[in-house]
Every structure is written in structure tokens, then in C-alpha cells.
């Protein structure tokens, strides 16, 4: 096999390197196409076959329905691992022996606080501000408390700056959830663990002792690890590309807490809460919506179902119906939500147009439904997602700055008008 790829154009033939990654994926380095060429570019809007860097990090197969974190797969880690062992392997590279992980710990609990000022700029927000926007301006205004911008040069102040929002990101989190539902903002314990902390942080009553739930812990925690890092997706490609400016840690953070707002990323496990509860509000007809779905002059899409780069099961989604299922069992709950959900997935999986576009549940189906039965608002989902993702965010930004990557910085086609003369104003 050879390792180049050759374009023709116009009689001229061009040849390009072609690289392996280290699953056997090829991929055409193009670097030299506009140079080579005299100005021909590529276009691939929404980049579905373009790579915008060589990571280390996560490998994903979509065909083959495998996800792995530097080289574990998620099956094992979520069975075997706790979330902050997930982060600091997907941070630092490997995983952390007894007292790497201890220390870890013991730094971010150092750091777990948030400067008190920081109340008055939550206290600012309307109620019903939107907990992701809220998150994403807490995240932009911790650089004003703690500058954010690192001498990359220097390990230790790398370690320190992901230390600090590893540590202040889950009280960032907590107060906003806690501001929703009108309780006092609250710290944490430091005898807690990382994720049993982060949920006495959001839950504990003013009036009443912190009680842990170990099924629950354990399903957060699953929920956290399946979340922490996908590779190139919209959020972790904007983390990159804010950070290629050189702009601090915690400003490329917050753009990517924006991008994972939207309904067709990260928002996708509220809009799957929102869109069955209009089902059941109008009689819990799933057939009717099938059909909805199914009907291309109707907008209707049904979220949860269908994944970017999984063209199989999405293998989260696997891990965490069991852990839907455990929690359900655990707490007693029975929702009609949840029979609609079940009865939507069973139509779905069964139903020719979902299985000839292979549109399986992906993780956000099931998500969302473990976190309603634990009691976080709908308008919260995406922030959990966001609490997940932070170490893929975090190690992705690093790998970007580490590799001393140029600056992102796209082409485009031009399609608008020639170049024509200003006409004034009375004229046109
Ligand atoms: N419901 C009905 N039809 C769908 C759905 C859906 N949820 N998803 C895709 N399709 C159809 C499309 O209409 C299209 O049909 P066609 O070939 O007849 O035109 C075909 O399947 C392919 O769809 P695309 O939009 O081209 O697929 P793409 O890979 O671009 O989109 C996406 C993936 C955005 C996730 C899409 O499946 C979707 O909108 N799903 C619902 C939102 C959702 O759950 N998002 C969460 C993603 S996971 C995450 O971010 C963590």
C-alpha cells in the first residue's frame, strides 16, 4: 500500500503524505494543499471528514460502537474506575497509582473554595436564567479571582490551574443548581469523596444531615466517567480552538460550556426530558410521534436517537441503561415519563427507517432519565454533562497547548458579491 494520495486537477497531479493513526486510521495531510496548489482549498461543512489534529487522548470507532480512553475502554473504566482516576488519566496519560490519587486529591480539595465575591455575580442572575448560561459566566468570571492564563513552560503551573477548576468547577455547579431551587449556597466536606462531595454539595437540606446513597453515587459517578471525553465533538473542537489563541484555561472552558448548550450537543438530554413530557401532556401517543419523526415536511426529530459518529449502539448508552435501571429499582420510581421513554426505545429499535439510518438511543436518552429520578431540575442536565466533560475538556486543552498547535483558523469558499462600487445613500 502506498502512503500517499494523489489529487488531480485541471492535468496537474499533486501528492500528499498520507498518515496512520494508531488504530490503522488513514488520513490524507493535506498541509501543503493551498501552497502546492497555487490557493485550492477543501470545504466540509461540519468538518464530517476533516481532522483538525492528532490527539492521544480518546479513540472512538463509531462503525464498531468502541470508545476508549488513552487506550482503556469505557466498559472497563466505568466498571472498575472512579471519576477522578478517569480525570487525572485522561489529564496527566496514565492512571494514577494509590498516591498520585491521593495527592490529587488532597490539591483539589485545597483549592475548593470560591471566592465570596462570586455570590454577588450569582446573586445578579434572574431565577430563571438558564443554568447553563449562569455556569458559563461563573466559569468566565473565576478568571477575575484566579487568572486562568498559564506559562505553559512550566508544569507546575499547569498542574495548579486544573487543580483550582477541577476543585471550583463542582461548587460552581452545586451553587448554581442550589440557586434554581432556592436553597443556601453551600461547600462541601473534605472527608467526602469527589463525586459523594459534589452530590452532598447540590442535595444537602439546610435542616438535615448529609445521607449518602451508594447506588445513586455510583450512578452519578458512571454518568460523570461515560461523559468525560469524546474526542473531537463541538464542545472539545471549540476548548481547542479558543485555547489556539493562547487564551487562558478557564475562558476556553466557558466557550465550550456555550457550545455544549445547544439541543443537538450536550442540551440533547433536556430536549429528551422536554419532548416526553409533551408526549405525555398529549395523551402518551409514541406511535403519533414516531410518525412525526419519520415525516421529512415535519422539523420533529426524536431526541436521544442518533449520534454524529455512532452508527451502531453507543456504547454508554449500554453502560448506563443498566445504572437507569439499578436507580429506578433503588429509589421505587415509577414515572410515566420513564414507560414512555421505554416504549419510544422499543418502537425505535424495531422500526425500519431508525434501523436502515442506524439511530439507536445514544447516552443522552438514558441520562436524562437518571437524573430526573434523582430530583435535578430539567434545565440542569446539560450542566452534569458539562461537570463530566470538564477533564476531556481540560486534557484536550492541554494536549493543544502542550503540542504548541498554531492558532485555528478555517478557510472558506466565497460565494457573496464581486468586488462593486459604494453607492450613497440617497441613490439606492
Ligand atoms: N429523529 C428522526 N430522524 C433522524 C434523527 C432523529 N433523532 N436523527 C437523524 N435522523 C435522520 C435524518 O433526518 C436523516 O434522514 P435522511 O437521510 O432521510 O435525510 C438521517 O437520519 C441522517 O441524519 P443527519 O442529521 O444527517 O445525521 P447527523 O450525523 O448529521 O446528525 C444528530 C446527528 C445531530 C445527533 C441527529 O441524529 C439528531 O439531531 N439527533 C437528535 C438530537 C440528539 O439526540 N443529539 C444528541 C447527540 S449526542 C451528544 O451530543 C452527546
Not at 97 to 121: C, G, P, R, T
Not at 364 to 380: Q, V, W
Amino acid at each position: 500500500m502506498t502512503d500517499k494520495a494523489t489529487l488531480e486537477y485541471n492535468g496537474q497531479k499533486y501528492e500528499f503524505p498520507v498518515i496512520k493513526g494508531s488504530e490503522d486510521e488513514l488520513a490524507i495531510d493535506i498541509k501543503t494543499l493551498r501552497s502546492a496548489t497555487g490557493g485550492i482549498t477543501t470545504i466540509d461543512p461540519g468538518y464530517k471528514n476533516t481532522g483538525s489534529c492528532s490527539s492521544a487522548i480518546t479513540f472512538l470507532d463509531g462503525e464498531k460502537g468502541i470508545l476508549r480512553y488513552r487506550g482503556y475502554s469505557i466498559e472497563e473504566l466505568a466498571e472498575k474506575a472512579d471519576f477522578l482516576e478517569v480525570a487525572y488519566l485522561l489529564i496527566f496519560g496514565e492512571l494514577p497509582n494509590k498516591e498520585q490519587l491521593v495527592k490529587f486529591h488532597a490539591d483539589i480539595k485545597e483549592e475548593s473554595h470560591v471566592d465570596e465575591e462570586m455570590k454577588k455575580i450569582l446573586d445578579s442572575f434572574p431565577k430563571s436564567a438558564h443554568p447553563m448560561g449562569v455556569l458559563s459566566s461563573l466559569t468566565s468570571a473565576l478568571i477575575a479571582f484566579n487568572p486562568s492564563t498559564v506559562d505553559v513552560s512550566s508544569e507546575k503551573a499547569m498542574y495548579h490551574a486544573i487543580v483550582r477548576i477541577l476543585a471550583k468547577f463542582p461548587v460552581l455547579v452545586a451553587w448554581t443548581m442550589r440557586k434554581k431551587k432556592g436553597l443556601p449556597l453551600d461547600y462541601g466536606d473534605d472527608s467526602l469523596g469527589y463525586v459523594e462531595n459534589i452530590h452532598k454539595m447540590m442535595f444537602k437540606k439546610p435542616t438535615q444531615t448529609y445521607q449518602k446513597n451508594e447506588i445513586v453515587i455510583e450512578a452519578l459517578d458512571k454518568l460523570l466517567i461515560l461523559h468525560a471525553d469524546h474526542e473531537q465533538n463541538c464542545s472539545t473542537s471549540t476548548v481547542r480552538i479558543v485555547g489556539s489563541s493562547h487564551a487562558g484555561l478557564f475562558a476556553s472552558l466557558s466557550a465550550g460550556i456555550s457550545a455544549l448548550w445547544g439541543p443537538l450537543h450536550g442540551g440533547a438530554n433536556q430536549a429528551v426530558l422536554e419532548m416526553l413530557e409533551a408526549i405525555e401532556a398529549d395523551g402518551g401517543d409514541t406511535k403519533k410521534y414516531m410518525a412525526k419523526a419519520k415525516d421529512k415536511s415535519d422539523p420533529f426529530r426524536l431526541m436521544g436517537f442518533g449520534h454524529r459518529v455512532y452508527k451502531n449502539f453507543d456504547p454508554r448508552a449500554k453502560i448506563i441503561k443498566v445504572a437507569a435501571d439499578e436507580v429506578l429499582a433503588d429509589l421505587g420510581i415509577e414515572d410515566p415519563i420513564l414507560e414512555i421513554a421505554k416504549g419510544l426505545e422499543k418502537e425505535a429499535l424495531e422500526d425500519q427507517y431508525f434501523v436502515d439510518r442506524k439511530l439507536y438511543p445514544n447516552v443522552d436518552f438514558y441520562s436524562g432519565i437518571i437524573y430526573r429520578a434523582l430530583g435535578i431540575p430539567t434545565e440542569m442536565f446539560t450542566v452534569m454533562f458539562a461537570l463530566g466533560r470538564l477533564p476531556g475538556w481540560i486534557a484536550q486543552w492541554r494536549e493543544m497547548r502542550l503540542n504548541n498547535e498554531p492558532i485555528g483558523r478555517p478557510r472558506q469558499v466565497y460565494t457573496g458579491a464581486n468586488s462593486r462600487g459604494f453607492v450613497e445613500v440617497d441613490q439606492r
